[in-house]
C-alpha cells in the first residue's frame, strides 16, 4: 500500500473512531501531546490503560462473582476505570462505566453484571481499534512517512 | 542543582519552572498528567503513593510549589493527603477526581484544597494553576513577592512570605526552617508567618502538655518551647488555628464525638500516657507536633476514620490513650483545614494534659453514648467513672462532679450529644455534690447549664477528686477533667479540688485554655468546654460534642485576646483538639 494511502487510511480510520464515539476530544489532546520530545507518548499512556483496565476487569469479574458482593471494593475500580478511560478518551467505556456505577449504588447485582459486560464490551471494542490504529501508524513510519495530525474539522 | 538554582530559575521564569508534584494511583492517569505538566513547563515529579509523597515533602520543604493529589488513592485518602500537605508543609494543593460530585468538591473546599479538577483533566486548566502558587505567597507574604512568588513559593510556600529580605538566605535555607517562623520581623506588615512546622508544632504540643491544657497560655508555651524567635503572638495565633480547627472537626463529629467522648475522657482522664496513644494516626503529624503531648502525629483520614463511624469511635476508644485524636480529626471536612491549625496535633492526646483544657464534650458524648465504656472508668480522670454512670445519668455521686448547673444550656453547644453526656455528667455530678442537681436532672439541662457561657463557671469536676466520684477520679489529676464549670458559679460546686479547680478557672489558674474558656463566659469558648471551662484538660466533660468544643474554641478565639490574659483559649483549644 502506498504511504499516501496508508496516511489516508489511517486518517479515515481514526475520524471513524471518534465519528462512532469510541474514541473523544481527549484522545485527541493526547496525541497533541505526542511530540519529538515525546514520539511515542500516546502509545505508552494508551499501553498502561490496557494494563490496568485488564486488571480492573479482572478484578471485577472476580468481585461480581462472588457469593455475596462487596459494592465497597466493586465500585473504588469502577470509577478508576471511569477515571483512566475519560482520560485517555475512551468515551464508550467511560459512560458504561457511568451507568455501572449507578448500578452499584443501588447495589443491583443483576444490573452490575450486565454493566460488566457492556464495559468490557466497549473496552474491548476500543482496545482493538486502538491496537489497529497503532499498527497503521506503525506502517506508515517504517515506510518513511509522517502520521499526519488529525483534523479536528470533523 | 542546588536549591537556590533551582529556585533562582523559578523565580526568573515563574510560572515556568514550577516544581509540581503529581500523586495519582492511576498510572494512565499520571501518566498524562505529568505530560500535560510538562506541556505547560513545569517542572514535574510524579509517584502514585500517596506515602511516598509526603516523604518527599517532609523531605524538603522547599522543593515543591504546588501538589496536584488524586482523591481515590488505595493507601491514602487524597482528602488526607490534602491535610497533612496543608498542614504540615503549607503547599497549595489541587485535589484531581472523577468524582464531579458537589459534595466531593466541598469536601475539598473544606480541607483546604486550593482548586478541584476533574478528569479528564484538560491542559487549559493546568496551565493556570501557577495562580494558586502565587496567591499563597501573596497571602501570607505582604505581597511583596508577587513576582518571585515562584520563588517565595518555591521556597517554602508562602510560609516564608513576609521575610522579603530574608527570602533569599532563608528560603534556600532549609535548616531554617523552623527557625524562620521564628524570625518574627514586628516591622512587617503582619506577622512573619512562623512556620509551624512539625517539629515545632511537636515542641509547641510538648510545651502545652506539659503546662496542662487548661495552664497552658501562650507566654507559657513560649517559654517552655524554647524556640528562637518564636514570639508569644505566634503562639496564640497557633492555638487559635488549632481551636478553630478542632471547631471544624467537631462540626460533623457529633455522631463521632458520642463515640469517642468516651475515648476523649478516657484519655482526658488517665491519659497522661497518652502519648503513645496508638491514635491511628497515620503519618499523621498534625503538624507533628500532634504527637508531642503523645498524641501521635494521627493520619487525619484515620482519625477520621474513626470518628465517623462506629468502628471508628470505638477506635478512638480503644485509644485509651489516644481518645481525642481520633475525635478531632474526626471531622473531615474540617480536618481540611486542619493544616492551619497546626497546632493541632491535638495534644489532647497527652491523654491527660490536653484533655484537661479540652472540652470534654468529645468524651464526654462518649461516654453518655457509650455507656461509658468502661473506658472512663478505668481512667483515673474523673471520667473513668463517669461512663458507668454516664447513661444513667450519672447516679452516683462518685461521678464526675460535674458541677454544672444547669445553666442556660450553651447554645454553642452544637453537641447536644455532649450536653446529654453533660447531663449524665453532670448529674452524676450533680448526685455527688451537693448542690448539684439531682441526677435525675435532666443531664441535658445540667449540661447545658453547664455550658452555658455564661455560667462559664461550671466546673465540673470531673476528675477531680473533690466528689466523691470513683476514687479513681479522685485521684485523678484534679486538673485533668476539671472542668470548671461554675455551675452556679461556685454554687455546689464542691469544695476541694475540684471547686478549685473552679476558682482557678476563674482566676485563669488552669491553663490557658481553661480559663478563657472558663472566663469566656462565651459557651463556645473553650470547646464546649467551654461552658464547662476545663479545668484541667478536662476535656470530656465539657461539651459533649467536638462542636461544641470547637464552637468554644471559636469564640475562644475571639477572645484571643484574652488569650494574651488567660491563654486558655487555646490551651483548652488544643486540648480539644486532640481530644477529638
Given at each position: 500500500m502506498e504511504l499516501v494511502q496508508m496516511q489516508k487510511s489511517l486518517q479515515d480510520y481514526t475520524k471513524s473512531l471518534f465519528l462512532d464515539g469510541v474514541l473523544d476530544s481527549q484522545f485527541l489532546q493526547l496525541q497533541q501531546l505526542q511530540d519529538e520530545s515525546n514520539p511515542d507518548f500516546v502509545s505508552q499512556v494508551v499501553t498502561l490503560f490496557f494494563q490496568d483496565s485488564d486488571r480492573i476487569l479482572n478484578d471485577l469479574s472476580l468481585s461480581l462473582d462472588q457469593q455475596v458482593v462487596d459494592f465497597k471494593k466493586v465500585d473504588p475500580h469502577v470509577h478508576q476505570l471511569k477515571g483512566s478511560s475519560s482520560s485517555i478518551g475512551a468515551q464508550r467505556v467511560k459512560n458504561a462505566c457511568v451507568v455501572f456505577r449507578s448500578f452499584c449504588e443501588q447495589q443491583n447485582v443483576e444490573g452490575c453484571h450486565r454493566c460488566l459486560q457492556q464495559v468490557k464490551k466497549e473496552y474491548y471494542l476500543v482496545k482493538n481499534r486502538l491496537e489497529t490504529l497503532f499498527k497503521l501508524e506503525q506502517q506508515i513510519v517504517a515506510s518513511g512517512g509522517m502520521i499526519p495530525a488529525m483534523e479536528l474539522g470533523f | 542543582m542546588t536549591v537556590e538554582q533551582q529556585d533562582c530559575v523559578a523565580l526568573d521564569q515563574f510560572p515556568v519552572g514550577m516544581r509540581v508534584l503529581a500523586v495519582d494511583d492511576d498510572q494512565t492517569c499520571l501518566r498524562i498528567l505529568e505530560s500535560l505538566l510538562h506541556r505547560c513547563q513545569y517542572h514535574v515529579t510524579t509517584t502514585n503513593q500517596a506515602q511516598k509523597a509526603l516523604e518527599l515533602l517532609r523531605e524538603n520543604?522547599?522543593?515543591?510549589?504546588l501538589v496536584i493529589s488524586d482523591v481515590d488513592m488505595p493507601d491514602m485518602d487524597g482528602f488526607k493527603l490534602l491535610e497533612l500537605v496543608g498542614l504540615e508543609m503549607d503547599l497549595p494543593v489541587i485535589m484531581l477526581s472523577a468524582h464531579s460530585d458537589p459534595k466531593y468538591v466541598m469536601k475539598g473546599v473544606t480541607h483546604g484544597a486550593c482548586d478541584y479538577l476533574l478528569k479528564p483533566v484538560r491542559i487549559e486548566e493546568l496551565k493556570n494553576i501557577w495562580q494558586h502558587v502565587v496567591r499563597k505567597n501573596r497571602g501570607s507574604n505582604n505581597g511583596d513577592k508577587k513576582d518571585g512568588s515562584g520563588n517565595e513559593g518555591v521556597a517554602n510556600s508562602d510560609q516564608n512570605n513576609g521575610r522579603a529580605n530574608r527570602k533569599r538566605k532563608d528560603q534556600y535555607n532549609e535548616d531554617e526552617d523552623e527557625e524562620r517562623d521564628d524570625n518574627?520581623?514586628?516591622?512587617?506588615q503582619k506577622k512573619p508567618r512562623v512556620v509551624w512546622t512539625v517539629e515545632l508544632h511537636k515542641k509547641f504540643v510538648a510545651a502545652v502538655n506539659q503546662l496542662g491544657f487548661e495552664k497552658a497560655m501562650p507566654k507559657k508555651i513560649l517559654d517552655l518551647m524554647?524556640?528562637?524567635?518564636?514570639t508569644r503572638e505566634n503562639v496564640a495565633s497557633h492555638l487559635q488555628k488549632f481551636r478553630l480547627y478542632l471547631k471544624r472537626i467537631s462540626g460533623n463529629q457529633q455522631a463521632i464525638m458520642a463515640n469517642s467522648d468516651l475515648h476523649f475522657l478516657q484519655m482526658s482522664n488517665g491519659l497522661d500516657g497518652f502519648h503513645h496513644r496508638p491514635i491511628p494516626v497515620g503519618t499523621g503529624q498534625f503538624h507533628g507536633g500532634a504527637a508531642a503531648a503523645g498524641m501521635r502525629p494521627f493520619p487525619p483520614n484515620g482519625i477520621l476514620g474513626r470518628l465517623n463511624t462506629p468502628s471508628g469511635m470505638s477506635g478512638v476508644r480503644n485509644l485509651s490513650s489516644s481518645p481525642s485524636s481520633g475525635m478531632f480529626l474526626q471531622n473531615p471536612t474540617d480536618l481540611g483545614k486542619f493544616h492551619h491549625v497546626s497546632s493541632l496535633p491535638l495534644n489532647h492526646i497527652d491523654g491527660g494534659n490536653i484533655l484537661q483544657g479540652l472540652p470534654m464534650p468529645l468524651e464526654f458524648d462518649q461516654l453518655q453514648t457509650n455507656n461509658n465504656k468502661s473506658i472512663i472508668a478505668g481512667?483515673?480522670?474523673?471520667?473513668?467513672?463517669f461512663p458507668a454512670q454516664q447513661h444513667s445519668?450519672?447516679?452516683?455521686?462518685?461521678?464526675?462532679?460535674?458541677?454544672?448547673?444547669?445553666?442556660?444550656?450553651?447554645?454553642?453547644?452544637?453537641?447536644h450529644q455532649i450536653n446529654k453526656r453533660l447531663e449524665h455528667w453532670s448529674n452524676a455530678v450533680s448526685s455527688s455534690s451537693s448542690t448539684l442537681p439531682p441526677p435525675g436532672q435532666n443531664s441535658n439541662s445540667l449540661i447545658s447549664h453547664q455550658f452555658d457561657a455564661s455560667s462559664s463557671s461550671y466546673s465540673i469536676p470531673f476528675c477531680d477528686s473533690t466528689i466523691p466520684l470513683n476514687p479513681a477520679l479522685d485521684h485523678t489529676n484534679p486538673r485533668a477533667f476539671y472542668r470548671a464549670t461554675d455551675m452556679d458559679s461556685s454554687a455546689n460546686v464542691q469544695p476541694g479540688v475540684y471547686y478549685d479547680s473552679l476558682q482557678m478557672r476563674k482566676s485563669g489558674n488552669y491553663g490557658p485554655t481553661t480559663d478563657a474558656m472558663l472566663s469566656?463566659?462565651?459557651?463556645?469558648?473553650?470547646?464546649?468546654?467551654?461552658?464547662?471551662?476545663?479545668?484541667?484538660?478536662f476535656m470530656g466533660g465539657e461539651a459533649g460534642s467536638l462542636d461544641d468544643i470547637v464552637n468554644s474554641t471559636m469564640k475562644q478565639e475571639q477572645s484571643q485576646g484574652d488569650l494574651s490574659e488567660g491563654d486558655l483559649g487555646y490551651g483548652g483549644f488544643s486540648s480539644l483538639r486532640t481530644c477529638i
Open positions: - | 520543604k522547599n522543593k515543591f510549589d518574627d520581623d514586628p516591622s512587617s524554647n524556640v528562637e524567635k518564636l481512667n483515673s480522670m474523673a471520667f473513668p467513672t445519668s450519672l447516679p452516683n455521686n462518685n461521678h464526675l462532679v460535674l458541677e454544672g448547673h444547669p445553666q442556660a444550656p450553651p447554645s454553642a453547644f452544637p453537641g469566656s463566659n462565651n459557651p463556645k469558648e473553650g470547646f464546649t468546654v467551654g461552658q464547662q471551662k476545663l479545668q484541667s484538660g
